[in-house]
């Protein structure tokens, strides 16, 4: 009998020689991250547990990204300073402040390594699975039982396979692939379960694409997406192939669920207000017109996403009363952006580039929306209320489709561009 | 935690997400008292400050969608709100829930066979019942209990590290 990703992966975490869904474990999570919405409340809970000190200072990392810079003067200097307490008090020196956004620093800077179990108080937490690491959301109170004990209690989940075959047509992107499977599963299609990745589509992706769909496969609300590892995986975190090539599906692994997708019947996919799972092709929602477009967050703000933005707006002008926001995920993309003159190009056409930071997506920073107005992100989430008031409302989609539609001012297909 | 309990249903829809229990922005009150006043005030702006200790949510699937957020059963909490029953719980929330102590049960049926004011009683690995029809409830892992028991994860993790000591 064979085994899934996640089955692998745990059974490697726990050292147990079998494994199945449902059953209970203890794992040990190798790293775990805790970022600034969460530092008073994790030090709190952490007190009341009567833990005296953190069991691997060096297995946690503290990232300052949603309130970076603060937001409100009365409330959020206190997540900042227990930050740096909990740096300080606890000895974590794995501590990053305004240099970008959690998830993209997670994989990064190689901490959330392939094969490995990672924790992380924020939903989008599967992200580096993209990578192959078993990664997954907690709440803050469990964090502080994980940073005081080590463990960490999980039930093995069920996994649902989804292959994709063919080459993606131009002008669609990792985005839509995740886009169409939410839209047919919805939002609550994937609860609780393990969401793994395979075909040649997903093998011919590089890896800020797997990590895209990874991170917003939890809007489907699976525990974690999985991604095998390839010798581009090995490449990106400078690990022997050998090292991580188990990380693979076994052919006889139990799915609960397959899905079957063709590359070449995708067309760019948009989340439509107000419901992440309320996707629709290009096609029906083409000429809506938006107030703001914003390209980046842990979704689309890598340097390919920045490439592909700044492929459609070098040399043009946007929309007279468009704003259009765009937020490099981390400092290394920002200054790979500059180096590459992608900076320049969306400032000369006409969009404002902000330092890297969860940006407008969490609702917190700035950017707020108000009633009546319609804004276009490359983030995940688009809930009532996220990104600013409740009547204001968000779509969706990849960079491409985003920057497209900031030249117009209108929902644009990419494709008839490119 | 009584093996037995009623309380008065408030009905929910499906897919009632973390941002709709308590706004980002409200997530940064100081307490969860705080935040509570302010829980699920875009869907019922009225549950606030009219619920009642005991009071149970009745909800469709996928309750506590979203973020991680923890505010979200710390406010419900809050507001003496101990148990929801839904069709089914959005991961993080359902974790998150029973560390803050609360009773999380799924029930496919009951949601449909009750209204608002109803009064659901709550049997504890046996059923639910309401306007005098029975459901059967998934029996809880005896660690999870155990947490519920002592009034979530941070209760429970006192209780061994002052044992310990």
Redesign the interface.
Known sequence: MGYTLAEKILMKNTGLKEIKPGQLIITKPNMYMIHDIYTPFVIQKFEEMKFKKVANPDKAIVILDHLMPTNAAKNDPRHYRAGIELSQRFGIKKLHIGEGISHTLMHELGYAKPGTVVVATDSHTPTYGGGGCFCTGIGFTEMAAVLGSGELWMKVPEAIKVVVEGKLPKGVYAKDIILKIIGDIKADGGTYKSMEFTGSTIRDLDMSSRFTIANMSLEAGVKTGLFEADKKTAEYFGMDYDEISWIKIDEDANYVQVLHYKAEDIEPQLACPQGVDNVKPISEVMGTKLNEVYIGSCTNGSIEDMAIAANILKGKKIEKYMKLVIIPASLKVYKEAMALGYIETFIEAGGMVSHPCCGLCCGQPYGLMSDGEVVLGTNNRNFIGRMGTKKSLIFLSSPAVAAASALTGVVSDPREIL | MEKKFSGKVWKLPD?V?T??II???H????TPKDMSVHCLE?LRPELASTAKPGDILVAG??FG??????QA?ACIVALGIKCIIAK?????FY??GI??GMFLIESNDLPDNCEEGDIVTVEVNKKVTVNGKEFDIPNI?D?LFEIIKDG???NR??KL??ANK
């Open positions: 897919d997400d941002d709709t706004a980002g922005r997530g940064v009150l100081p875009t699937k996928n969608c979203g973020s991680s957020r923890e059963p089914s719980f959005a991961r993080i974790r998150n560390n803050n892992p660690n979530g994860l941070v993790y006192r590290n002052e």
